[in-house]
């Protein structure tokens, strides 16, 4: 069976699914844009979570391209997924640190049992990179990774990156 691969413009700390993925910072102490919104709308049981895997194997921070999950506080998920996208530059080539978070974050939904997980446009805010190889590099990603996951759901701040994800996942 594949993956099913949907579009939502919207909100993802609304998303009810099994596991909602965060475009962290290597800290997992919150910030801006989707990771600042995940822990606001989460509480500060994810903070929690966040801070005791740093204590335990994570002191310097979660390495770029990595996953790591968390409880989802106050969230309609069971699981916060925090990746940490790598930050874009025209001088050097990153995409395999980009394709490394959603493979990473399968997989840790692999092992969590995830079937539904909601993914946003990973590096694509304060990080930088141009939304239509951002959605070409996720999607094509997620189509080649072997997972359990039943659904997986792009959810889009805006309808032109909505416009953007349509054009590849049609």
Do not use: K
Not at 32 to 59: K, M, N, S, T, W
Not at 119 to 148: H, K, L, N, Q
């Amino acid at each position: 069976m594949s993956t099913s691969l949907t579009l939502v413009q919207g909100d993802i700390t609304e998303q009810a699914v099994d596991a909602v993925v965060n475009a962290a910072n290597s800290s997992l102490l919150g910030g801006g844009g989707v990771d600042g919104a995940i822990h606001r709308r989460g509480g500060p049981e994810i903070l929690d979570a966040c801070r005791a895997l740093r204590a335990a194997q994570y002191g310097p921070g979660l390495p770029t391209g990595q996953a790591v999950a968390t409880t989802a506080g106050r969230l309609p998920a069971r699981w916060v997924i925090h990746t940490v996208g790598p930050v874009w530059t025209s001088n050097e080539d990153r995409s395999a640190l980009l394709a490394s978070c959603y493979r990473e974050s399968l997989r840790v939904a692999d092992e969590l049992g995830a079937r539904t997980v909601a993914f946003p446009a990973i590096s694509t805010g304060v990080y930088g990179w141009p939304t239509d190889d951002a959605a070409r590099i996720a999607v094509e990603t997620v189509r080649d990774t072997g997972t359990a996951v039943d659904e997986v759901r792009f959810v889009l701040f805006d309808e032109p990156a909505l416009a953007v994800y349509a054009a590849l996942v049609r």
